[in-house]
């Protein structure tokens, strides 16, 4: 897996055939840890239709977990405007299936509350585990 300040991600070794398929499995397995999809974009379906432009398969999916939102939101509620959290999958420039999940430290390092930091470490621990399991589901 790789870490960034910005997100976490994992290619997989399957191609954009599949790529239904690993929207998929990314939807099952993170509402299995909790995460439910609140938002969707279909980003190469918005170039398209609002740029005339050919993209490959993306799409970006808002997972939230109401329960660690709530916590968020009663500590400050201008975090509303990082939420919810962003998970995309798309192909990439090797021809791969790429899923990348925003990095929940990073972003909710903004507020400095021992709540929040503990919130974030527990979501990054719960993503990287999600990750992990899209990743071996097509290895």
Not at 99 to 115: D, G, I, K, Q, T
């Amino acid at each position: 897996m790789t870490e960034s300040k910005i997100a976490l991600k994992k290619e997989l070794d399957v191609t954009a055939e599949q790529f239904d398929k690993v929207e998929s499995a990314v939807r099952e397995i993170f509402k299995e840890k909790g995460f439910g999809v609140l938002t969707e974009i279909n980003v190469k379906a918005v170039l398209k239709e609002k740029l005339n432009i050919d993209s490959k398969p993306h799409k970006i999916l808002g997972m939230c977990n109401p329960n660690r939102a709530h916590r968020v939101l009663q500590e400050n509620m201008d975090m509303s405007a990082l939420l919810p959290c962003n998970v995309s999958v798309y192909e990439n420039e090797n021809g791969k299936i790429t899923v990348s999940a925003m990095n929940p430290v990073s972003v909710l390092s903004l507020v400095e509350s021992p709540v929040v930091e503990e919130v974030a470490k527990d979501v990054l621990s719960i993503f990287e585990e999600a990750l992990n399991e899209v990743s071996q589901r097509f290895s």
